[in-house]
Nanobody
Framework: QVQLVESGGDSVEAGESLRLSCEAS????????MGWFRQSPGKEREAVAA????????HYVDSMKGRATLSQDNAGKTVYLQINNLKPEDTAMYFC????????????????????WGQGTQVTVSS
């Protein structure tokens, strides 16, 4: 099993920045990709970004390109999501996910690809 623990969520004003962290533990050799998803009340869970930990190749949804940056520690077990210029529509519970995806997978944004999930960290952005 792999355990994921998120942190860094907060209540901020529009235009501010946050850095979310996700620490993986357990059988981390089973995973090669760590992703971030978010869900707000009444909406479906949606992908935000993901990183393939072996080559540090990151992917972002269009709404996050230019505002978000993924990075990882040297061991590839902690992933950081920096989001700048936060907007009220970014308000959601942010979940970290991990899985063993195809190395050049084009389905990094699909929740079903991820076997392990964290409990989430709340991000609230006020206007």
């Amino acid at each position: 099993q792999v355990q994921l623990v998120e942190s860094g969520g907060d209540s901020v004003e529009a235009g501010e920045s946050l850095r979310l962290s996700c620490e993986a533990s357990g059988y981390t050799d089973k995973i090669n990709c760590m992703g971030w998803f978010r869900q707000s009340p009444g909406k479906e869970r949606e992908a935000v970004a993901a990183i393939f930990t072996d080559g540090a190749i990151a992917h972002y949804v269009d709404s996050m390109k230019g505002r978000a940056t993924l990075s990882q520690d040297n061991a590839g077990k902690t992933v950081y999501l920096q989001i700048n210029n936060l907007k009220p529509e970014d308000t959601a519970m942010y979940f970290c996910a991990a899985g063993d995806l195809l190395p050049h997978g084009s389905s990094w944004y699909e929740a079903y690809e991820y076997s392990y999930w964290g409990q989430g960290t709340q991000v609230t952005v006020s206007s």
